[in-house]
């Protein structure tokens, strides 16, 4: 079994809810519009490259979203700038 988790600003979520949670609420609260621009597959995982822009300090801004797969399923994501 796979336990999901994600560490924002020093507070964690855990599991499917709380984490779609998190990402409804700042979708909604910084009408985020995520375009792909690169998908990269290596190994056991990939790389996809995105420009993120809404009404957030700093928009549009690039991101790496770096996931190792199993199965088909996301087993961990990283996401860097």
């Known amino acids: 079994m796979v336990s999901l988790c994600r560490s924002v600003f020093g507070k964690t979520f855990t599991g499917r809810p709380e984490i779609e949670g998190w990402i409804a609420a700042a979708n909604k ?43 088909g399923l996301i087993m961990s994501l990283k996401i860097t700038v």
Not at 32 to 38: D, I, S, Y
């Open 29 to 71: 609260k910084y009408n985020t519009v995520m375009k792909p621009l690169e998908y990269k597959e290596m190994g056991n995982g990939a790389v996809l490259t995105t420009e993120n822009s809404g009404t957030f300090p700093g928009s549009p801004i690039i991101l790496k979203y770096h996931l190792t797969l199993k199965d």
